[in-house]
Each structure stands twice: as structure tokens, then as C-alpha cells.
């Protein structure tokens, strides 16, 4: 019967779809977004309602049986991105898109809500649907709404994200390490400007600043165990304002990715080791800045094997896949630090549909036909979670 909803309700998820992806909004202003998912939920039936935070949502379904609490969560917000994309639904707001996926999440997870409001009296403890804004802009919305306890009393947590590097039909779960604490850092290097034609005159800042962003890299080559991950980019230069002027000052930025708390507390010494050691051998000076973003995502063993049997038995074996962690950021990590829960890639890749461009490019998008997998891993996942007795 659960099966025969999922399928049902499939047009209904691709619709709301449709209107998030051309209603974009961005981190911390997704009020629209939140009004339109609101209205949607007040159609449901059983739903405790509340607004945890100005632009996100809670909705509690309470079984008629005892159980477990758990939460089930997906972000909405977009991101500043010039949408390339020409179908019928692409962005109403210029410079404004959904590019990594969040519009998809918060549609399967109102299908998930559809489905499991409608067996009410069927349903073992609490389910609390988690629609949360702000995951692209630190400090983040999950921290936010853990604040306002939303993870209060929660048993188990579960999210998923849709995957332009997995085939539509594969669902990847990790065990352990799951995506990178994402840090970043900004300098200045101040030199002395002058005459582009005598440079002796001058300490040039983009000269110093090149040879920094060559020995940042051996941070993760030379001075880091190999075997512990880490990224050291530098994303963003500015200096100058024409050809003949050696500017005063080069400014820069960059991320740092780690797992580790260790190699995550050595990383701002190190790279303000390397910036302090060459500066000075130039007699220049510098200001530093280092920021502490999301915590790592690290998956729970215990309710990652439920996933995965959740995928056998009720999605199938072929289904089924194992991915290793990479270094991009969630800040999902924040209900984790409340309660065990993992995270898991739903695959939406598919060529011939042009669902296969990276997340954050100007034509990502959504095949369709992995909305089903993502609501049936909410829908299992939450009923067999709740009716844990271990």
C-alpha cells in the first residue's frame, strides 16, 4: 500500500518542485519558501505545526503507538547563481537558483509528509520533519534550529542529498566519514607600493602573494600525515588597478578541509607559519584571519546498516551502493552532535536528460524520476527507525 502512495503522490512532489526551483531564495531570506511549504503541510492532516527560526519549518506527526523519535530533515534555500537552464520552470529570480538540489529535498520531503500523515493510526512514536533554512551560508540553519530544540528528545536523525554524480536508481550510503569540516581564512599582505617600472622601490604584494599561495600547498604535501585528508585552496585574489602600479596590499581567501580535530587545530598555525615566514623574508607585512565553519559529518555505523537494510528490503538490492568521503560541507553535522543519524546520496545523474552537470553550475538540475527513491527512504526509513526496540 506504501508503494502504491509513493507512486501516487510522484506528480504532486514534481509539482512542488517545479514551483521551488523557479521561486529561489536566498540563505536567511527564504520566507516565501517557507510560507508556500507551510501551506502545503496545513493540508495535511495530524501535523503539529511551528516556526523554529523566521524561515523554517517543524512538523510533528505523533503515532498512535510507542516508539522511537526521530527527525527527517531537508534544506531550502538556493543559491547567487545566473540560471542557464531554459526548461518551462526555470528561475523566476535572476541571479537566484536552485543548483545544488535543496528545492528537490524539500519537495520529496513533503511527499514523505503526504504519505505518512495519511497512516497516523498506524505509526509507531514521533516523526518530526525538519525544513530548514540557511545550509549554504554559515553559521547555518541547523545550529539554528538545534538551538530552538528541535533535536530535543530525538532518538535518531536522517537527511539525504540528490547526487549529479550517481546514476538515477543507485542510492550510496557511507559508513563513518561523510563530508569535511569546511573552514575558511582571509589575508592581507601589505606591502609598498610604487612604479611598476621599479619594483626595487616597492615590496610587492602580488609577487610575496604568489610565493604564498605556492607554499600553502605544501601544507598538504610535506607537513600533513598522507593519509589524513585535507584541502588547502586559495579561492579568491584581488590586487592592483592597472599595469604600470605595484599595488600596497594583496588581498585573499580560501578554505581548508579536514576531518580530524587534530589536523583541523594545526591547520590556521601552519598557514600562518608559512605566510609569517615569507612576508617577513620580504619585509612586508600581513593581517590573518582564520573562521571555523560546519562540523564533519561523520555517520553513525548503527543507523547507517539500517539505511542500508531499509534499501534491501524495500527498494532493492541493485539499488543499493557504498560511497567514501568527500570534502565538501553540511552543516546536516549539527543534529548529529544531538543524536546518531546518517546521511545519504540519492543519484539523479542522467545524461540524456542533462541532469549530470556539477552542483553549484549554472544548468544543474533534477531527474524527476529519482523523486520516488528519495521519498521511499524518508517513508521506510522513518517507519522502520520509529519501530526500533533495541
Known sequence: MLKQWIQEGKQDVISWYRHLHQHPELSFQEEQTAN???????????????????????ACLVGAKPGKTIALRADMDALPILEENEFAHKSH???????????GHTATLLGAVQILSQYQSELAGEIRFLFQHAEE??????????????????????????????????????????????????MKIIGKGGHAASP?????????????ISSLQKIVSRRKDPLDPMVVSVTKVSAGTTDNVIPSTMHMMGTVRTYSEELRTLAPVWIEQTIKGITQSYGAEYQFSYRRGYRPVINDEWVTKQMEEVIRTHLGEEKLCFGTPQMGGEDFSAYLTKAPGTFFNVGSANAEKGTDFPHHHPRFSLDEDAFGDAVAMFVFGAIHLTEMTE
Open 137 to 186: 551560508k554559515f553559521p547555518g540553519g541547523a545550529q539554528e534550529m538545534v538551538d530552538q530544540g528541535v533535536m530535543d528528545g530525538v532518538d535518531y536523525v536522517i537527511g539525504n542529498h540528490f547526487s549529479s554524480q550517481l546514476a538515477t536508481g543507485r542510492i550510496s550510503v557511507t559508513y563513518g566519514p561523510m563530508m569535511a569540516a569546511p573552514d575558511t581564512f582571509e
Open 36 to 58: 508556500y511549504v507551510w501551506s502545503i503541510l496545513e493540508s495535511f492532516e495530524n501535523l503539529q505545526l511551528s516556526r523554529p527560526t523566521k524561515n523554517s519549518i517543524m
Open 200 to 212: 626595487h622601490e616597492c615590496i610587492d604584494p602580488i609577487a610575496i602573494g604568489a610565493e604564498v
Open 93 to 103: 529570480n535572476p541571479g537566484v537558483m536552485h543548483a545544488c538540489g535543496h528545492d
